[in-house]
């Protein structure tokens, strides 16, 4: 009966879910700029012909940041719950989402699997 | 004062600054009037011949004393009602020179200041941005008389023209007056080449094909120069901040990127500073688009690879997997962080170079098409949506 009970969450798992709601943060800054950008294209663009398209570039670019905020946010959220589908996607979001190139973002992602994969106790909250 | 008067205010006084640090001295003949005073007072420079000098042999017309003039005769134009014009009043003396004692000016510095004065004609191209981008426009220096220009600032456009040893101003549809050229030229580059002389600890680096030299602007330089003449009451201690892409072959300058930050954060980390924070910014970037694309970058760092940028490369190189490389690649475009907020440096400039090529050379223009392709081109990677644009564009035969 015991066993059937899911184990605690791994102090490691909250950390890594905690940074995840951080990069949420991260995310939101880059949408304000982005709104910025298309109000300030607004109110001072200039009598230049530019493309419809060009003049909604910004917001384009907003609704990916907003997009990333609502994926990080369910990443951080499922690594509380114990999702297996967090694991993965915290890896992709190490690999794309930290400020960080070739080859520190690969280190990070490799430790992110080492912490979510191998720990037993870590394999027994996602299982 | 009401919030609208307000906006207004600090719109209309950011402007004034964006239009200092770009050189140009536009609106009123009381302006045109005390630019040429300086302008006549400022003597040839002789020839520098050390390049540790460079800085220290700058001609007579400081930044300072441009920036004073600009104020002074500008200030009137700014709405009635505006608290902050009558305690510029104090600031008509020059303020004291920032600039770093010669012995610790980078060689490569003092290179391209004497590479820059040697230059018969200056081409550059500026965009500004306070929060949001608040104007561009290009300009170019005929050493040392002619200066013309055009551009969009807060909204308003302005044109100068120089013919005939007069340099005429347009605000709008309107003649604003005319400026006597003599001078005007060489003054306005010292203005601009000079800047980088305020920077006492600049690191030199090797970035992509270019140098690129980086620092903070000394105390009086830039921070405290903008809080006096803006009369703002400036919350905090806005940090100067100066990017200079220099050609390492003819040590010419391609960019020049000057940042304001009123930093929220402001923080050392195992070496890296970093600085974030609302920010106003001027960026330039020398040489004629048409002729020279190079100059069309910014100093800006350029992203590293990341290692799913390296996979995806190795696997459109490889024949047997390169069918995969298409999918991947959407895949890849998802959630990349570091290319949405280069994206977002890129936007203000990438922008800006489509709106002044339809000022110089119109709408048909081959220029001003390349630089909306450009911008295209740049739109199309943008991370989660730009497979979307790109099958768009496709189906829908646009920016082909």
């Known amino acids: 009966m015991g066993s059937s009970m899911r184990p605690g969450r791994p102090f490691v798992v909250t950390l890594l879910a905690l940074f995840l709601l951080a990069l949420v943060v991260w995310y939101v800054v880059l949408v304000a700029k982005a709104v910025l950008l298309f109000a300030g294209d607004i109110l001072f663009g200039g009598p230049a012909p530019l493309p419809s398209d060009l003049r909604l570039s910004p917001i384009v670019l907003a609704v990916a940041g907003i997009v990333a905020i609502m994926w990080s946010f369910l990443t951080s959220g499922g690594l509380f719950g114990g999702s297996g589908w967090a694991r993965v996607s915290a890896v992709l979001l190490a690999l794309f989402a930290l400020p960080m190139g070739y080859p520190t973002d690969l280190v990070i992602a490799a430790l992110v699997v080492l912490l979510l994969f191998f720990p037993a106790n870590v394999r027994a909250f996602f299982r | 004062m009401n919030r609208k008067t307000g906006f207004a205010s600090i719109v209309w ?74 305690r510029l009043a104090p600031l008509l003396a020059p303020a004291a020179s920032a600039s770093v004692p010669p012995s610790q000016i980078p060689l490569e510095l003092g290179q391209s200041i004497m590479a820059m004065r040697a230059l018969p004609k200056i081409d550059l191209r500026w965009q500004a941005t306070f929060l949001a981008p608040i104007g561009s426009g290009w300009l170019t220096l005929t050493l040392p008389d002619a200066v013309d220009g055009q551009g969009t ?16 101003v347009q605000v709008g549809d309107s003649p604003a007056g005319n400026l006597p050229s003599s001078g005007l030229a060489t003054a306005l580059r010292d203005a601009v080449v000079d800047l980088p002389c305020s920077v006492p600890d600049a690191t030199v680096r090797r970035a992509g094909d270019v140098d690129l030299l980086e620092g903070r602007l000394a105390p009086g330089g830039g921070s405290d120069l903008l809080r006096q003449v803006t009369g703002l009451v400036v919350p905090g201690r ?46 330039l970037a ?22 799913a940028q390296l996979a995806l490369n190795w696997l459109a190189q490889t024949p047997a997997l390169s069918r995969f490389a298409g999918p991947v690649g959407v895949a890849f475009s998802f959630l990349d962080a570091r290319q949405l907020r280069a994206m977002l440096d890129q936007e203000p400039a990438l922008r800006a170079a489509a709106a002044t090529a339809w000022q110089r050379s119109g709408e048909n223009s081959t220029e001003y098409q390349d630089a909306v392709q450009r911008y295209r081109d740049w739109e199309r990677r943008a991370p989660l949506v730009g497979p979307f644009l790109r099958y768009v564009f496709r189906t829908g035969g646009g920016g082909s």
Not at chain 2, 257 to 267: A, G, I, T
């Open chain 2, 286 to 307: 020398f040489g004629d688009a048409t002729t020279q694309p190079a100059a069309s970058s910014t100093p800006l760092e350029q992203l590293s690879p990341s290692a």
């Open chain 2, 153 to 168: 600032l807060a909204s308003t456009s302005w044109r100068v023209a120089t013919s005939g040893g007069q340099t005429a």
């Open chain 2, 238 to 283: 806005p940090i100067g901040e100066l990017s200079l892409a220099i050609d390492p072959s003819t040590k010419t300058w391609r960019a020049l990127d000057l940042r304001l930050v009123w930093s929220v954060v402001d923080v050392n980390v195992l070496g890296h500073q970093i600085t974030w924070g609302p920010t106003g910014r001027v960026s």
């Open chain 2, 13 to 86: 006084r950011a402007a004034a600054i964006v239009a200092f640090a770009v050189g140009l001295i536009p609106l009123s003949p009381t302006t045109a009037l005390a630019m040429t005073r300086h302008a006549e007072a400022a003597a040839p420079a002789p020839a520098s011949t050390s390049a540790a000098n460079a800085c220290a042999s700058q001609p007579t017309l400081q930044p300072s004393a441009l920036l004073s003039t600009f104020v002074t005769t500008t200030l009137p134009l700014i709405p009635a009602g505006t608290p902050a014009a009558p």
